[in-house]
């Protein structure tokens, strides 16, 4: 069984950083891509960034240049760090990644961790 944890969520000042942490743990045989997605109330989710195995990364053009994502491939981690913070990105978020098992390939879902982005 696979499971996400995510870590790292808080209230935070604007023009503050936070660094989200996701640790995948599990039977793992490797990981494929890693990603990041938020839902504020009363809207659908959305991607915010997403990272391959081999490192690409694509980002949410409301967090270019302001969020970083990174991955450890040893520890079956992705992060993200954010920084510059606006209250429009208070949020939950949530980790996803592509896993493949010795029996299966599919996608799980961390449990999320709230940011919250107010003065």
């Known amino acids: 069984q696979v499971r996400l944890v995510e870590s790292g969520g808080d209230w935070v000042q604007p023009g503050g950083s936070l660094r989200l942490s996701c640790a995948a743990s599990?039977?793992?045989?490797?990981?494929?891509?890693m990603g990041w997605y938020r839902q504020a109330p009363g809207k659908q989710r959305e991607l915010v960034a997403i990272?391959?195995?081999?490192?690409?990364?694509k980002y949410a053009d409301s967090v270019k240049g302001r969020f970083i994502i990174s991955r450890d491939n040893a520890e079956n981690t992705v992060y993200l760090q954010m920084d510059s913070l606006r209250p429009e990105d208070t949020a939950f978020y949530y980790c996803?990644?592509?896993?493949?098992?010795?029996?299966?390939?599919?996608?799980?879902w961390g449990q999320g961790t709230q940011v919250t982005v107010s003065a």
């Open positions: 996803n990644a592509d896993v493949i098992t010795a029996l299966y390939r599919r996608g799980y």
């Open positions: 599990g039977t793992i045989f490797t990981i494929n891509d």
């Open positions: 990272i391959t195995s081999g490192d690409s990364t």
